[in-house]
Protein backbone atom coordinates (compact mmCIF):
# COMPACT_ATOMS: atom_id res chain seq x y z
CA UNK A 1 0.00 0.00 0.00
CA UNK A 2 1.87 3.12 -1.16
CA UNK A 3 0.55 5.93 0.97
CA UNK A 4 2.94 8.45 -0.86
CA UNK A 5 2.44 8.46 -4.66
CA UNK A 6 4.84 11.00 -7.18
CA UNK A 7 3.38 9.42 -10.36
CA UNK A 8 5.90 11.50 -12.73
CA UNK A 9 9.35 9.26 -12.38
CA UNK A 10 11.10 12.34 -14.53
CA UNK A 11 10.57 15.83 -15.83
CA UNK A 12 12.39 17.79 -17.56
CA UNK A 13 12.37 22.18 -17.85
CA UNK A 14 14.13 24.39 -19.35
CA UNK A 15 16.51 26.74 -17.54
CA UNK A 16 14.20 29.90 -16.47
CA UNK A 17 11.13 28.29 -16.33
CA UNK A 18 8.75 26.71 -14.00
CA UNK A 19 8.99 23.25 -12.43
CA UNK A 20 6.34 21.68 -11.06
CA UNK A 21 6.26 18.26 -9.43
CA UNK A 22 3.58 16.50 -8.03
CA UNK A 23 2.79 14.51 -4.98
CA UNK A 24 -0.62 12.55 -4.39
CA UNK A 25 -1.24 10.80 -0.63
CA UNK A 26 -3.95 8.23 0.60
CA UNK A 27 -3.54 8.78 4.69
CA UNK A 28 -5.50 11.35 6.08
CA UNK A 29 -4.26 11.19 9.07
CA UNK A 30 -0.97 12.62 7.66
CA UNK A 31 -0.42 16.32 9.40
CA UNK A 32 2.92 17.75 7.60
CA UNK A 33 4.51 17.24 4.28
CA UNK A 34 8.22 17.95 3.19
CA UNK A 35 9.83 17.50 0.24
CA UNK A 36 13.71 16.64 -0.36
CA UNK A 37 15.95 16.86 -2.87
CA UNK A 38 18.97 14.02 -3.78
CA UNK A 39 21.62 14.82 -5.35
CA UNK A 40 23.99 10.93 -6.01
CA UNK A 41 25.95 10.12 -3.42
CA UNK A 42 24.47 12.14 -1.09
CA UNK A 43 21.76 12.10 1.31
CA UNK A 44 18.44 13.81 0.53
CA UNK A 45 18.53 17.12 1.70
CA UNK A 46 15.47 19.14 3.31
CA UNK A 47 14.12 21.43 1.04
CA UNK A 48 10.68 23.16 2.26
CA UNK A 49 8.08 21.82 4.65
CA UNK A 50 4.43 22.28 4.85
CA UNK A 51 1.57 21.97 7.88
CA UNK A 52 -2.00 20.55 7.17
CA UNK A 53 -3.26 23.41 8.65
CA UNK A 54 -1.83 25.72 5.31
CA UNK A 55 -2.42 25.40 2.03
CA UNK A 56 0.87 27.32 0.99
CA UNK A 57 3.91 28.04 1.88
CA UNK A 58 6.99 29.83 0.36
CA UNK A 59 10.99 29.74 1.00
CA UNK A 60 12.86 31.57 -1.94
CA UNK A 61 12.29 30.08 -5.05
CA UNK A 62 10.23 27.28 -3.71
CA UNK A 63 6.59 26.93 -3.18
CA UNK A 64 4.74 24.25 -1.96
CA UNK A 65 1.02 23.85 -2.16
CA UNK A 66 -0.83 21.30 -0.42
CA UNK A 67 -4.74 20.58 -1.40
CA UNK A 68 -6.17 18.45 1.34
CA UNK A 69 -9.63 17.69 -0.43
CA UNK A 70 -7.51 16.08 -3.24
CA UNK A 71 -5.02 14.62 -1.08
CA UNK A 72 -2.22 16.14 -3.45
CA UNK A 73 0.73 18.48 -3.07
CA UNK A 74 3.24 20.44 -5.50
CA UNK A 75 6.07 22.10 -5.18
CA UNK A 76 7.11 24.85 -7.80
CA UNK A 77 10.34 25.99 -8.10
CA UNK A 78 10.65 29.66 -10.07
CA UNK A 79 13.10 30.08 -11.76
CA UNK A 80 14.47 26.44 -12.49
CA UNK A 81 18.46 26.03 -12.77
CA UNK A 82 20.35 23.91 -13.60
CA UNK A 83 22.15 23.33 -10.25
CA UNK A 84 18.12 22.09 -9.13
CA UNK A 85 18.89 18.96 -11.18
CA UNK A 86 17.86 16.22 -8.78
CA UNK A 87 15.72 13.64 -7.48
CA UNK A 88 12.75 15.19 -5.98
CA UNK A 89 10.98 13.12 -2.70
CA UNK A 90 7.82 14.13 -1.18
CA UNK A 91 6.77 12.72 2.47
CA UNK A 92 4.11 12.84 4.49
CA UNK A 93 3.85 12.16 8.46
CA UNK A 94 1.57 12.00 11.00
CA UNK A 95 4.07 12.43 13.58
CA UNK A 96 7.06 13.74 14.72
CA UNK A 97 9.04 10.45 13.53
CA UNK A 98 7.69 8.70 10.80
CA UNK A 99 7.91 9.65 7.11
CA UNK A 100 6.14 7.97 4.22
CA UNK A 101 8.46 8.79 0.95
CA UNK A 102 7.06 8.18 -2.38
CA UNK A 103 9.26 7.36 -4.92
CA UNK A 104 10.76 10.26 -6.70
CA UNK A 105 10.41 12.63 -9.63
CA UNK A 106 14.50 13.00 -11.42
CA UNK A 107 14.11 16.30 -12.50
CA UNK A 108 16.36 17.89 -15.00
CA UNK A 109 16.99 21.69 -15.47
CA UNK A 110 18.43 22.37 -18.88
CA UNK A 111 20.68 25.29 -19.88
CA UNK B 1 27.48 23.09 13.42
CA UNK B 2 28.81 18.88 12.14
CA UNK B 3 26.03 17.10 10.28
CA UNK B 4 25.05 13.76 10.35
CA UNK B 5 27.99 11.19 9.62
CA UNK B 6 27.91 7.41 8.66
CA UNK B 7 30.16 5.08 8.09
CA UNK B 8 31.34 2.81 5.93
CA UNK B 9 30.33 4.63 2.62
CA UNK B 10 30.41 1.14 1.18
CA UNK B 11 30.02 -2.30 2.39
CA UNK B 12 30.24 -5.72 0.68
CA UNK B 13 28.86 -8.61 2.58
CA UNK B 14 27.87 -12.53 1.56
CA UNK B 15 24.20 -13.69 2.48
CA UNK B 16 23.78 -15.35 6.06
CA UNK B 17 26.60 -12.84 7.58
CA UNK B 18 25.76 -9.85 9.79
CA UNK B 19 26.64 -6.09 9.69
CA UNK B 20 26.85 -2.89 11.27
CA UNK B 21 26.45 0.14 10.47
CA UNK B 22 27.01 3.58 12.05
CA UNK B 23 25.66 7.03 12.38
CA UNK B 24 26.89 10.27 14.14
CA UNK B 25 23.97 12.42 14.83
CA UNK B 26 24.25 16.17 13.98
CA UNK B 27 25.26 18.25 17.04
CA UNK B 28 22.46 19.03 19.19
CA UNK B 29 20.21 16.28 18.25
CA UNK B 30 18.52 13.27 20.08
CA UNK B 31 16.77 11.77 17.90
CA UNK B 32 18.01 9.46 15.18
CA UNK B 33 15.73 7.33 12.23
CA UNK B 34 17.13 4.94 9.93
CA UNK B 35 15.79 4.09 6.74
CA UNK B 36 16.05 1.45 3.85
CA UNK B 37 16.76 3.07 0.31
CA UNK B 38 16.29 0.21 -2.55
CA UNK B 39 17.11 1.01 -6.34
CA UNK B 40 14.71 3.44 -7.69
CA UNK B 41 12.40 3.65 -4.33
CA UNK B 42 11.82 6.46 -1.90
CA UNK B 43 13.41 5.81 1.74
CA UNK B 44 11.64 3.20 3.83
CA UNK B 45 11.46 4.05 7.80
CA UNK B 46 12.92 1.27 9.77
CA UNK B 47 13.17 2.52 13.29
CA UNK B 48 13.88 5.39 14.97
CA UNK B 49 15.64 6.10 18.51
CA UNK B 50 15.17 8.87 21.09
CA UNK B 51 17.23 8.88 24.64
CA UNK B 52 18.91 5.34 24.07
CA UNK B 53 14.89 3.54 23.43
CA UNK B 54 13.54 2.74 20.49
CA UNK B 55 10.94 5.17 19.65
CA UNK B 56 8.89 4.02 16.34
CA UNK B 57 8.93 0.54 14.00
CA UNK B 58 8.47 0.34 10.36
CA UNK B 59 7.51 -2.93 8.62
CA UNK B 60 10.99 -4.37 9.28
CA UNK B 61 11.87 -8.02 10.55
CA UNK B 62 13.52 -8.73 13.77
CA UNK B 63 16.76 -9.09 12.38
CA UNK B 64 17.12 -5.37 11.88
CA UNK B 65 18.12 -3.99 15.36
CA UNK B 66 19.81 -0.85 16.44
CA UNK B 67 20.98 0.88 19.37
CA UNK B 68 21.17 4.51 20.67
CA UNK B 69 24.20 5.63 23.07
CA UNK B 70 24.50 8.50 25.48
CA UNK B 71 26.25 10.31 22.72
CA UNK B 72 23.42 9.94 20.34
CA UNK B 73 25.01 8.28 17.85
CA UNK B 74 23.45 4.94 16.93
CA UNK B 75 23.51 1.48 15.32
CA UNK B 76 21.91 -0.58 13.07
CA UNK B 77 22.76 -3.75 13.15
CA UNK B 78 21.19 -6.66 10.19
CA UNK B 79 21.63 -10.42 11.06
CA UNK B 80 21.54 -13.28 8.21
CA UNK B 81 21.84 -10.91 5.67
CA UNK B 82 19.33 -11.88 2.32
CA UNK B 83 20.37 -10.40 -1.47
CA UNK B 84 17.66 -8.48 -0.65
CA UNK B 85 18.60 -6.04 1.58
CA UNK B 86 21.10 -4.86 -0.69
CA UNK B 87 20.37 -1.00 -0.46
CA UNK B 88 21.25 2.61 0.75
CA UNK B 89 21.01 2.82 4.36
CA UNK B 90 20.74 6.19 5.62
CA UNK B 91 20.81 8.00 8.90
CA UNK B 92 18.61 11.02 9.90
CA UNK B 93 18.49 13.27 13.22
CA UNK B 94 16.45 15.66 14.33
CA UNK B 95 15.53 17.63 17.58
CA UNK B 96 13.46 18.15 19.65
CA UNK B 97 12.44 21.35 18.60
CA UNK B 98 11.69 20.71 14.96
CA UNK B 99 9.88 18.11 12.52
CA UNK B 100 12.28 17.96 9.69
CA UNK B 101 14.86 15.16 9.58
CA UNK B 102 18.26 15.73 8.70
CA UNK B 103 19.80 13.08 6.51
CA UNK B 104 23.51 11.52 6.38
CA UNK B 105 24.87 10.92 3.19
CA UNK B 106 24.08 7.13 3.96
CA UNK B 107 25.88 3.37 3.22
CA UNK B 108 25.43 1.55 0.47
CA UNK B 109 25.41 -2.31 1.74
CA UNK B 110 25.63 -4.92 -1.14
CA UNK B 111 24.94 -8.09 -0.45
CA UNK B 112 26.62 -10.93 -2.59
Known amino acids: DQQVKQNSPSLSVQEGRISILNCDYTNSMFDYFLWYKKYPAEGPTFLISISSIKDKNEDGRFTVFLNKSAKHLSLHIVPSQPGDSAVYFCAGTSGTYKYIFGTGTRLKVLA | ETGVTQSPT?????????????????????TVSWYQQALGQGPQFI????????????????????????????????????LDDSALYLCASTSTQGDEQFFGPGTRLTVL
Open chain 2, 47 to 82: FQYYREEENGRGNFPPRFSGLQFPNYSSELNVNALE
Open chain 2, 10 to 30: HLIKTRGQQVTLRCSSQSGHN
